[in-house]
């Protein structure tokens, strides 16, 4: 049982596939940071939130969330695991803004946070869609604030200005996180044609070859050290 738990707890390995573990080590840690922040919140729900029923909410829909993220994880589908905490993030945030009905500079930080991690995981696609849809949300209730709506008061600051700054922080962020994405992009392609060209050879090649990992175990054989040896 205890054995259970520690393969579920970490995350999984792609043998075949570097990159993928490396991403899948990524999202774990963002999970497992993730889930002990919320154990802190729980602790402010109880000392020192107000609203505690709706915190409580939002703590166990969030606790909710990362475990189905873990899930996919484990199982090994790490792009729809990515996605949905990514998106996830940015719904969460939202939904805070609305349900809170104030914008300060700790929740523009939070969907930077969300703009960066989208951009870990899932590239350069999802990165702008999210900076956008972050841009249009601020968009929409500085121009209903503006022209005096009820109810709508978000802005500590005249509403305009506020947004602009939301957008520019957005946008600067994204700005060098472009290229480092792209580079990113084509080091990881170049990685996995050098992987697919290094094991054609390796497959093909009437030389017996074995692998062995750092600890000096046999980790592998091509098929001229199987047929050398008669396996």
């Known amino acids: 049982m205890l054995e259970q738990i520690k393969q579920w707890i970490k995350p999984p390995i792609f043998p075949n596939d570097k990159e993928k573990t490396q991403n899948a080590h990524i999202l774990h840690t963002l999970l497992t940071s993730m889930a002990v922040a919320l154990l802190f919140a729980i602790a402010g729900t109880i000392f020192i939130f107000v609203q505690k029923v709706g915190a409580s909410i939002i703590i166990f829909s969030l606790l909710v969330w990362i475990l189905i993220s ?26 805070i803004i609305l349900l809170t009905g104030r914008i300060t500079t700790s929740f523009v930080s939070l969907y930077l946070a969300a703009v960066v991690i989208a951009s870990i995981l899932l590239g350069r696609r999802v990165t702008v869609s999210l900076t956008l849809l972050s841009i249009v949300f601020g968009l ?38 472009n290229p480092t994405i792209q580079n990113s992009a084509q080091v990881a392609e170049a990685l996995r044609d050098s992987e697919m060209h290094f094991r054609s050879i390796y497959s093909q090649s009437p030389i017996a070859i074995e692998l062995y990992d750092a600890e000096g175990n046999l980790s592998d054989v091509n098929p001229a050290c199987l047929n050398l040896f008669g396996i």
């Open 140 to 177: 929409s209730i500085t121009i209903l604030e503006s022209i005096g709506y009820p109810l709508v008061h978000y802005f500590p600051a005249p509403p305009w200005a506020s947004w602009t700054a939301w957008a520019l922080a957005l946008i600067l962020v994204l700005t060098p996180l």
């Open 70 to 95: 873990r899930i996919l994880l484990q199982r090994g589908q790490l792009l729809l695991a990515s996605r949905l905490f990514a998106i996830g993030l940015w719904v969460v945030f939202t939904i």
